[in-house]
């Protein structure tokens, strides 16, 4: 989260406002994207330390 506020206040300084929404959305995409790979992570691993303890 830190990250994504220092990117939006350095393009806030150089972007028009239509523009800064715009990458806003696409760095909150990217910040989705990123959270949901690492829940399929610990879901995965959660699953297999299921199955260990159960064969």
């Known amino acids: ?8 206040g350095g393009a806030a300084l150089s972007m ?8 806003f959305l696409d760095w909150l995409e990217e910040l989705r994207s ?3 790979l ?3 992570d610990r879901l995965a691993g959660n699953e297999v ?4 303890l159960f064969d």
């Not at 330390?49 to 260990?52: A, D």
């Open 1 to 8: 989260m830190n990250q994504l506020a220092g990117r939006i």
């Open 38 to 40: 690492a829940e399929i």
């Open 16 to 23: 028009s406002p239509g523009h800064l929404v715009d990458k």
């Open 34 to 36: 990123a959270m949901a």
């Open 49 to 52: 330390r299921t199955k260990v």
